[in-house]
């Protein structure tokens, strides 16, 4: 009788495991309830889904034992769209040496069972200053015809005194695509602004000018004097240069935006104007929080605000606080789908990749009717013993009109 080898029952065990991963249905979080969106039971993407002929050799003459030879450490801050009646995510996968590359999966719903492509992304480098790490790629598709990858490109800071091997510098890399597999490079973004992270480009024109939402820094990490988000405009993205960048969301002083804010996903348009879901970074005891917020602009003036709520509508909870960076949530990714449900992929620690499900409607509600942040304490009790107050003479009203059966409940909420 043959006897299995070794090598072929690893490769089964690995292919079962990395087969049921992959297939997973992921359901509702039924824990969670904040009447805004929807969490699910597990990420939508992690390093373990990561094709297995991206970090096995397979041979087994070559790697008898079966051992990872190129391992991924993680799989997060993605880019999304809808693509061919399905959902896309162009996900920064990180390898063990720490360095990210880009990876397109696919969704039938974009809630579960992903699947990578054959290949991750063959990204061109820039030609004239090869980057050494390329991530948080944001896609839009432009009403100009082309798919648009605007991404961080990293480089080692010229500046920086020897022996220095952690300072950086950050600029907009720039790339175009017609099917996600095929890209062009073009030259980084060119800014007044000493560095340039998430940046995100309108999906149409304005006034014939491409629109960029910019977040300009003095440094690496540091915003400095940067004002917030803020967007600028171009001639043509394929010598992509801006001028005066115009501050839409600044930062303030003890909000969750105090450190630096910055772009996710390109917004939604909708009939009330354009929706922006973002990230916010505070200081804390911990280090630096992330979180993500909401905002909406003007439909005809894309860069004035017209609904600001106070506060973070996502956080880390439970295990989403845990991995290689703690404490953070991080968007870049939003799809839209045609009956209007909203799907928000944001990334937890930078670990791993999450959907969160809302829709246009309910996030419309949100943005318009929850009430700005006041920048006081006294300014929030005021707000919230008002709401207080106007619940109280709600319930009052609601009970001398209740059924019996009803008035139980009501009165259990005063």
Known sequence: MNKTSPHARRLAALAKRHDALTRRRNPVDTSWDNGVFERFKFPVLTGAHAPLAWRYDLNPETNPRLLERLGVNAAFNAGAMLWKNK???VARMEGNDRKSFFAVAESQNGIDRFRFWDHP???PEDKADPETNVYDMRLTEHEDGWIYGLFCAERKDPSAPAGDLSSATAQCGIARTKNLVDWERLPDLVSRSPQQRNVVLHPGFVNGKYMLYTR???GFISAGSGSGICCAFADSMEKCVI?????IDCR????????KNGAGAPPVKTPEGWLHVVHGVRACAGGLRYVIYAFLCDLNEPWKPV???????IAPVGGEGVGDVPNVVFTNGLVRKPNGELLIYYASSDTRLHVARTSVDILLDYVKNTPPDPLRSKLCVDQRCALIDANREYLQSAISRARPSDKKLLKSLL
């Open 87 to 89: 959902v896309v995510v």
């Open 121 to 123: 992304a063959r990204l």
């Open 216 to 218: 300009p820094q003095d």
């Open 243 to 247: 001028g005066e960048e115009r501050a």
């Open 252 to 259: 303030e002083y003890h909000t969750i935006k105090e450190v």
């Open 307 to 313: 609904a600001q709520p106070g506060g973070y509508l």
